[in-house]
């Protein structure tokens, strides 16, 4: 049992109606989340908002973090060799590193060229030394390491 044709032209005035009420009111009206709360806009790409001051300190804490560990893994007391010490030499790399992507993150969402940059450098200095370590156990490079004391 069909309700009968429909018309058309009538559905559509409705429709162009409310849209006009819509367009000569302004925005369209806030969508609300299920507790009827209207969430907060969000920044849209492309906007050049300066972080504020607790945002960039936290983004060169963790860049300068990252930077920190690379250098002691430079300037590493200890011998690397095997075991447990290549383990933290190897440990202090994996930190140093994953500061350094932490960072770049967070210098990329702030806009912030110089610790997107340094922390960039954090990056590939910190695997480039941890591959010196790890490529001789595995059998890549010319000579032969191993992972465990004999």
């Known amino acids: 049992m069909s309700p009968g044709p429909r018309d ?17 009111a302004g925005d369209p009206p806030a969508i609300q989340d299920a507790k009827g709360r209207t969430p907060a806009p969000k920044a849209k790409m492309g906007s050049s908002v300066a972080p504020t001051r607790r945002q960039a300190l936290g983004t060169w804490g ?32 994996f930190l140093a590193t994953g500061a350094g992507v932490w960072g770049a993150v967070s210098a990329w969402r702030r806009r912030m060229g110089r610790a997107h940059v340094m922390a960039l450098a954090v990056i590939l200095t910190g695997f480039t030394i941890a591959l010196l370590a790890v490529l001789p156990r595995v059998g890549y490079a010319g000579g032969s390491a191993t992972w465990l004391c004999p």
């Open 8 to 24: 058309w032209d009538k559905e559509l005035a409705e429709i162009d109606r409310i849209m006009g009420k819509k367009k000569a």
């Open 62 to 93: 963790r860049v300068l973090l990252g930077g920190g560990l690379v250098l002691a893994a430079v300037r590493w007391p200890y011998l690397t060799t095997c075991g447990f010490p290549l383990a933290g030499y190897l440990g202090t790399l």
